[in-house]
């Protein structure tokens, strides 16, 4: 991937675009075991269970939905939004997973998000 990079944070979002295109080479999902995508946007966090088979998305929340009644996107916001989307996967009747960092160091937010995940019952 050849992109011209004018700043610092140019520079940083590709090298971690970068990073999950080569997560995703090793990372699929299927029907009985979806892929569940971490985003961090810079005002939500957001999170999709993906059939990538078939090419559907299963569910998804994000922080800022009416429906998570979730605001922020600190260590707090990606528990309880771990939470949300673990119940919303058991409702599916998905109980097992493969996580999709999205690039991301798995460090702080996106460690609270996957810890509270599986503390809700979901594996990975």
């Not at 520079?11 to 995703?24: D, T, Y």
Request: glycine share 8%.
């Amino acid at each position: 991937m050849r992109v011209t990079i004018k700043k610092r944070t140019d520079k940083k979002r590709v090298q971690r675009i970068v990073r999950h295109e080569r997560l995703r080479s090793k990372v699929t999902g299927t029907a009985e075991k979806p892929r569940l995508s971490f985003f961090r946007g810079s005002t939500t966090l957001c999170a999709q269970v993906i059939d990538d088979t078939s090419k559907k998305t299963i569910l998804g929340l994000a922080t800022n939905s009416k429906e998570a009644g979730i605001k922020g996107k600190n260590k707090d916001a990606a528990v309880n939004l771990g939470k949300k989307i673990a119940d919303k996967c058991k409702e599916k009747g998905v109980t097992t997973i493969v996580f999709d960092r999205g690039g991301y160091q798995f460090h702080g937010v996106v460690k609270a998000f996957a810890d509270s995940v599986r503390e809700a019952g979901i594996k990975f």
